[in-house]
T-cell receptor, first 114, second 114 residues
Framework: AQSVTQLDSQVPVFEEAPVELRCNYS??????LFWYVQYPNQGLQLLLK??????LVKGINGFEAEFNKSQTSFHLRKPSVHISDTAEYFC????????????FGGGTRVLVKP | DTEVTQTPKHLVMGMTNKKSLKCEQH?????MYWYKQKAKKPPELMFV???????INESVPSRFSPECPNSSLLNLHLHALQPEDSALYLC?????????????FGPGTRLTVT
């Protein structure tokens, strides 16, 4: 069975500074990787996904992530954050043979300060 | 229309009550999901319906009973719940088939069991 670890539970960051959210996964088979964002009192929204091909994936709202197979990581980055990026961010994995079944990491709360 | 709607937004129920949560999508998706999310935790998969048939039940107690009356609707019937069942219940939908496909989440129903 797969598992996902988000190494930081909270990340405070100043507005216009860069941010990196770390995600590591464990699986014995090939996986698909996702980052979702959850704004307060809302459902989850997909930021980006890695299925295959280029290891650098660009998503919505200026976010990007890099898949590193040897380190089993899928870290999320944004070069300059806005106040509106304050939210909970979840890394998720789906095993290739498991279709659409997602396993989520514990989440990282990003607090953007003015 | 990429919206998943959920009703009600909030629900308070006693342990002897029977209530239902409703979820609706009009994106033509053929897979629908129920997740449970406790405060400051990631979503946990409960059920998956694929082409109106229950395909995954994550060992959820029988006091939770899902129903998929048609491809656009998903219900979660609740009976004899416990206080620890208080949580945000999220519905999601995606294209059917082996995937992987983006899951679109609704805003959730916040359930309080008294």
């Amino acid at each position: 069975a797969q598992s996902v670890t988000q190494l930081d539970s909270q990340v405070p960051v100043f507005e216009e500074a860069p941010v990196e959210l770390r995600c590591n996964y464990s699986s014995s088979v090939s996986v698909y990787l996702f980052w979702y964002v959850q704004y307060p009192n809302q459902g989850l929204q997909l930021l980006l996904k890695y299925l295959s091909g280029s290891t650098l994936v660009k998503g919505i709202n200026g976010f990007e992530a890099e898949f590193n197979k040897s380190q089993t990581s899928f870290h999320l980055r944004k070069p300059s954050v806005h106040i509106s990026d304050t939210a909970e961010y979840f890394c998720a994995v789906s095993e290739v043979a498991a279709g659409n079944k997602l396993t989520f990491g514990g989440g990282t709360r990003v607090l953007v300060k003015p | 229309d990429t919206e998943v709607t959920q009703t009600p937004k909030h629900l308070v129920m006693g342990m002897t009550n029977k209530k239902s949560l409703k979820c609706e999508q009009h994106m033509g998706h053929r897979a629908m999901y129920w997740y449970k999310q406790k405060a400051k935790k990631p979503p946990e998969l409960m059920f998956v319906y694929s082409y109106e048939k229950l395909s995954i039940n994550e060992s959820v107690p029988s006091r939770f009973s899902p129903e998929c009356p048609n491809s656009s609707l998903l219900n979660l019937h609740l009976h004899a719940l416990q206080p620890e069942d208080s949580a945000l219940y999220l519905c999601a939908s995606s294209q059917g088939g082996p995937g992987p496909y983006e899951q679109y989440f609704g805003p959730g129903t916040r359930l309080t069991v008294t």
